[in-house]
């Protein structure tokens, strides 16, 4: 499988993600919405384990499959290989990605977070379909998140490996993803922005508009 739709609007959510409405209702609208990937991403002290957790993501995985949209999983790597996940996403701090994609096989997405052009350059190294980078502003979505790279740090990595596909993450709204869009970036990802969206097809719309305005150019 490779990383092939752009653009990519890639929602990121957890079973706490969504303040209001049920993750899986969350989910099914996103799907629905338009969204391109998807990833399962458990984490912090109210995350799910063991056979909740297995439970949850075969729940999110079937309504996946319902759209044709890549099932991918955050960090949990037997998990994934387990319910056949279509992909796993790892940050620097997780498992090194040539172990992963050993783990994994060939025929799976294999997404790598990343914070500069070295990083990226050994994400490619080790097979990575594609990286994300960020975050690109300041985000409240992660209580781990590192100091912004910004768009400069997207160019950069851009200008030194320009068919890498690049997802760039944090702190991204309908009104700033212009200038990521403008960045060189296959996709965007987000968490809150959608998940806590009152109309969640109208802000993916939203999201993806200043890409379409771009090549209308």
Same mark, same amino acid.
Request: charged fraction near 20%; proline fraction near 4%; aromatic fraction near 6%.
């Given at each position: 499988?490779?990383?092939?739709?752009?653009?990519?609007?890639?929602f990121i959510m957890g079973s706490q993600s969504s303040t209001?409405?049920?993750?899986?209702?969350?989910?099914?609208?996103?799907?629905?919405?338009?969204?391109?990937?998807?990833?399962?991403? %458990?984490?912090?002290?109210?995350?799910?384990i063991g056979s909740a957790l297995l439970n949850f993501a075969?729940?999110?995985?079937?309504?996946?499959?319902?759209?044709?949209?890549?099932?991918?999983?955050?960090?949990?790597? %037997?998990?994934?290989?387990?319910?056949?996940?279509?992909?796993?996403?790892?940050?620097?701090?997780?498992?090194?990605?040539?172990?992963?994609?050993?783990?994994?096989?060939?025929?799976?997405?294999?997404?790598?977070?990343?914070?500069?052009?070295?990083?990226?350059?050994?994400?490619?190294?080790?097979?990575?379909?594609?990286?994300?980078?960020?975050?690109?502003?300041?985000?409240?979505?992660?209580?781990?998140?590192?100091?912004?790279?910004?768009?400069?740090?997207?160019?950069?990595?851009?200008?030194?490996?320009?068919?890498?596909?690049?997802?760039?993450?944090?702190?991204?709204?309908?009104?700033?993803?212009?200038?990521?869009?403008?960045?060189?970036?296959?996709?965007?990802?987000?968490?809150?922005?959608?998940?806590?969206?009152?109309?969640?097809?109208?802000?993916?719309?939203?999201?993806q508009m200043p890409y379409k305005e771009e090549i209308k150019?």
């Amino acid at each position: 499988m490779k990383f092939s739709t752009k653009p990519a609007i890639y929602f990121i959510m957890g079973s706490q993600s969504s303040t209001e409405k049920g993750p899986l209702e969350v989910l099914e609208t996103a799907l629905k919405g338009g969204i391109t990937h998807f990833q399962l991403r %458990e984490k912090g002290q109210s995350a799910l384990i063991g056979s909740a957790l297995l439970n949850f993501a075969l729940q999110c995985q079937k309504l996946c499959r319902n759209y044709s949209v890549p099932f991918i999983i955050n960090d949990q790597v %037997e998990l994934a290989c387990k319910i056949h996940a279509d992909g796993v996403h790892i940050g620097q701090d997780d498992r090194a990605a040539w172990q992963v994609r050993k783990k994994i096989g060939n025929n799976k997405l294999l997404g790598v977070s990343v914070h500069s052009i070295e990083e990226a350059r050994i994400a490619i190294e080790n097979r990575a379909d594609y990286v994300g980078m960020g975050p690109v502003f300041e985000t409240f979505s992660k209580v781990d998140a590192k100091k912004p790279a910004g768009i400069k740090g997207i160019r950069a990595v851009k200008n030194e490996f320009p068919d890498l596909p690049i997802v760039g993450i944090g702190g991204i709204t309908s009104e700033n993803a212009v200038q990521v869009w403008q960045a060189g970036v296959w996709g965007i990802a987000v968490i809150s922005a959608i998940a806590n969206a009152t109309d969640i097809g109208a802000q993916i719309a939203a999201l993806q508009m200043p890409y379409k305005e771009e090549i209308k150019k």
